[in-house]
């Protein structure tokens, strides 16, 4: 695995993190008091905090799947999160157990739990980089000793580009990072939305922004517009749960369709 090992001052216990929120609404252990505070406040806001979780979970292993199908072989994951199983690579290496996967993630204690849950098979490779989304630069650097940039590569932001504040102009870096990959590469991206409760979204802004953490909840119009240089797979920009559901093998569950998450898949030509 790539990068330091993390001691514990390296680890900030003090404020929420995003990826140990998430991990708590799947039900994992890796967070702290502080992450469970700000789920439950935010669980008072949206009751279905673990559906959405869930269901946005559900789209990345369904169109990972698509992609390992269609021919895809080479996968780069930024923003990864804790790992939990199955993961990405699980999932590629299913269908095609010589799948190249690179995981992206800046927080250490992705990193600690990076080597003894990301293991690949023996025909592919899994490697974790530390860094963050803001380093497009680093990032490439460092994953094209993994990764072939000239063949096509599928670039996953799962749940990642709402923490990116217009400032961090989310749509460059996304453009940033896929000029580097070669045509037939794909990007594969879901986004949280306000469009179906303003209100309590302006809530969970002001929650996230009182722990330190940027949350910019984008409208339809505006998570197609990070899609807008590539060719967008059908059904295009959709809520989550309406993204191939025929894909399995994750279940569905009744009111799923209406889970406030955005999510499309599109391909550079």
């Not at 708590?24 to 502080?34: A, I, T």
């Not at 559906?51 to 780069?76: C, E, K, S, Y």
């Not at 992206?104 to 690949?120: M, T």
């Amino acid at each position: 695995m790539t990068g330091q090992n993390p001691t514990a001052d390296q680890i900030d216990t003090g404020k929420p993190h995003p990826a140990r929120v998430y991990d708590w609404f799947l039900g994992g252990k890796d967070n702290y008091p502080v992450d469970e505070l700000l789920a439950g406040q935010l669980l008072a806001i949206e009751p279905r905090g673990k559906d959405i979780a869930r269901v946005n979970r559900a789209f990345m292993h369904r169109a990972t799947a698509w992609l390992a199908d269609n021919g895809v072989r080479q996968f780069l994951d930024i923003g990864t999160g804790i790992p939990t199983e199955p993961n990405l690579h699980q999932i590629a290496q299913r269908s095609a157990p010589d799948a190249r996967i690179v995981y992206a993630d800046y927080d250490p204690i992705v990193l600690r739990h990076a080597e003894a849950l990301l293991r690949s098979t023996p025909e592919g490779v899994t490697e974790y980089i530390q860094a963050d989304v803001r380093e497009p630069e680093t990032i490439l650097d460092r994953a094209k000793g993994v990764l072939d940039f000239s063949k096509p590569v599928a670039l996953s932001l799962i749940a990642l580009a709402h923490f990116l504040g217009d400032e961090d102009d989310p749509r460059g870096l996304v453009a940033r990072l896929m000029d580097a990959l070669a045509p037939g590469s794909y990007l594969v991206l879901s986004h949280v939305t306000g469009d179906f409760d303003p209100e309590g979204a302006e809530r969970a802004v002001e929650l996230y922004r009182q722990g330190g953490v940027t949350l910019r909840l984008r409208s339809h119009e505006e998570v197609t517009a990070l899609f807008d240089a590539f060719e967008l797979v059908s059904p295009q920009v959709v809520l989550a749960a309406e993204w191939h559901p025929e894909i399995g093998p994750d279940q569905r569950a009744a009111g799923d369709e209406t889970i406030p998450v955005y999510a499309g898949v599109a391909r550079k030509a």
